[in-house]
């Protein structure tokens, strides 16, 4: 078993013939693990994370859990959530580096703070408090088998991220496109594109092969045609032009 939190060594993936291998991960990478809480330490679903110096990104889970590939030394972690605010923190990836915990402060809530929140009647607080949770994860609006559809994406992503497998995260896009084609336009499917845009370029990141350039790039301009603009944005743009290349 998995010691918890400790930045375990990962099974390198085969390259496909004739593939250049410059994207696969190098010999001795490690998986940066953590959670993302809320200030009552409640778990932030669906939160994105990237390490800042080489583009490696995750997704939080139903749980806030995350684990991320990088390579062993210093780097800055970036944790993105609607709803929350953008928060940065320095971390040192090693043979047993503890469990990352990052708790996001959330952003005004209809127009009021949460500091003003405790002005207001406890019924009126409880409801605030209910729809910021939903903003905090973009799936919290959905309901039965299409929530549980997202819940079983994001832990087949966060599973994929663990074991840094090509052929896993091609297994989460399949999670991710199951859900898009069960919801609606809002929030819920924007960052179900982005995810499956996620996943697509980590196969393609992982192990290169001209069918997961074409599928990486479908899914990329897939969401960068209702992506708003801000971090998680540029970020696909960048991807969009690694894969270009």
Known sequence: ?????????????????????????AAGELSLCGRV?????????????????NARTAVTDANGHFCVASPEGDHELAVMAVGFQNQRAPVRVAGESPEVTVTLQPVAVLGQSF???????QDRM?????????????FASLSGDVRARAQRAQQLTTNAAKRRSA??????????????????????RTAARLAL?????????????????????????????????????????????????
């Open 1 to 25: 078993m998995r010691k918890p939190g400790g930045a375990q060594p990962l099974e390198a993936e085969s390259q496909p013939e004739g593939v250049a291998p410059s994207l696969a991960p």
């Open 37 to 53: 809480l809320d200030p009552k330490g409640r778990p932030v679903a669906g939160a994105q994370i990237a390490l800042a110096d």
């Open 115 to 121: 500091a003003t929140l405790k002005q207001q009647p």
């Open 126 to 138: 409880e409801r605030l408090a209910g729809e910021a949770e939903k903003v905090g994860d973009p």
């Open 167 to 188: 052929s896993a995260f091609d297994g989460a896009a399949r999670g991710w496109e199951e859900l898009l084609a069960r919801v609606g336009p809002g929030p819920a």
């Open 197 to 245: 845009a996620n996943a697509r370029v980590q196969a393609w990141q992982i192990a290169p092969s001209p069918t997961r350039v074409r599928a990486a790039r479908t899914a990329l301009a897939s969401y960068l045609a209702v992506a708003p603009e801000g971090p998680d944005r540029d970020r696909a743009l960048r991807w969009q032009e690694q894969l270009a290349r």
